[in-house]
């Protein structure tokens, strides 16, 4: 019964909960006009994401996966509060240039504000390290996974090695849905040849996480989240 009115729930909320800015708008719409495809996070998961950037005090937030910039506009505008930045990775430089045109209108300054790097992350990754040593970029406190599913592990890793250390928080998106894709569990076969992102955090010592179940606009999904120890 929940799950038939998720939808209407997550509206109702949206209604009430979330006062999206135009700019928000904007950038649903121009990369609906672009061809981008509707695979951002919700409204709703939008706010979820701000409130919870701002309650582990992020100042510099680093997401893989940029798309039209839609989830980048949440954080920047948090960040932004704070005096500090989003930084985004995007494979695909007509995305990204979406993306910029998105956080213009939205009133964020790229660069002092937000940045995207166009690039393959797990290219982009080692050099952000590279900077981080010698001392241009600060580290990252907040690192949001939203991007391909083969390499969720290499990012986790990675991120925790950018991240500022203790209490820096790295979110996984879409885990649960991934779950159930790979069949890890239900009826079909396990993939056994791939270790799921779930059991290598389990077994990270550098980390505490959990995975959280959401019924939403988005029906049965989930995200995992790990807060360095
Ligand atoms: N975070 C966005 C939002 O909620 O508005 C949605 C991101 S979308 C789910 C995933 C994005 O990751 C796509 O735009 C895709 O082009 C990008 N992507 C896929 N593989 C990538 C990679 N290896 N490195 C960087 N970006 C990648």
Redesign the pocket.
Known sequence: RTAAHSIEIESYVETHLVQQQPGLIHARENSLKHGIPT???STVQGKFLSLLTSLSGAQNVL?????????SIWFAQTTKARGGKLTS????SS?REVALQNLQVAGINVPTEAEILLG???DVLPKLAEEISAGTRPKFDFVFI???WE?QWRYFDLAVGLSKGKGSVIYVDNVVKEILESGIVGPEKRNETVTPLVEKVGQDGRVEAVVMQTIGAKQHDGFLMAVVK
């Not at 997401?63 to 989830?71: A, D, K, P, V």
């Not at 990775?89 to 695909?92: A, T, V, W």
Request: cysteine-free; proline content about 0%; charged content about 25%.
């Open positions: 695979i951002a996070v997401e893989i996966g940029t798309l039209g910039g839609y989830s990775i995007e494979i695909d995305r393959a992350a797990l939203d991007a391909d390499n």
